[in-house]
């Protein structure tokens, strides 16, 4: 495992290696780049080859809402989606609301 940093080369003598991410330092969303050159026995340093990963959000929001148990017959009433996130690293920007009628 290995914790890129951008500009930073990390040597491996294996020919694997893992990203390391974490919740408090993920890598942003969008396209990035990553780098290898090889080396062979006899010193000889390949051309780089890259490859472009794109970090995608992929986890749908979770809504959470809010409203009274109970309200007087014929009175407004406020409901509330403000504690409505995602996890994926998005940002809630609707909320779409729907009268469904009687409970049965």
Do not use: C, H
């Amino acid at each position: 495992m290995a914790d890129f940093v951008p500009g930073v080369e990390i040597s491996t003598e294996a020919p694997t290696i893992e990203v390391t991410v974490s919740p408090d330092r993920p890598l942003p969303l969008g396209r990035q780049l990553f780098r290898l050159v090889v080396v062979d026995s006899a010193g000889n340093i390949s051309k780089p080859d890259q490859v472009e990963v794109i970090i995608a959000d992929q986890d749908a929001p979770t809504a959470v809402l809010r409203g009274p148990k109970v309200t007087p017959f014929g009175q407004s009433f406020g409901m509330d989606g403000s504690a409505s996130f995602d996890a994926g690293g998005g940002k809630v920007v609707k909320w779409i609301w729907t009268y469904l009628g009687p409970a049965t």
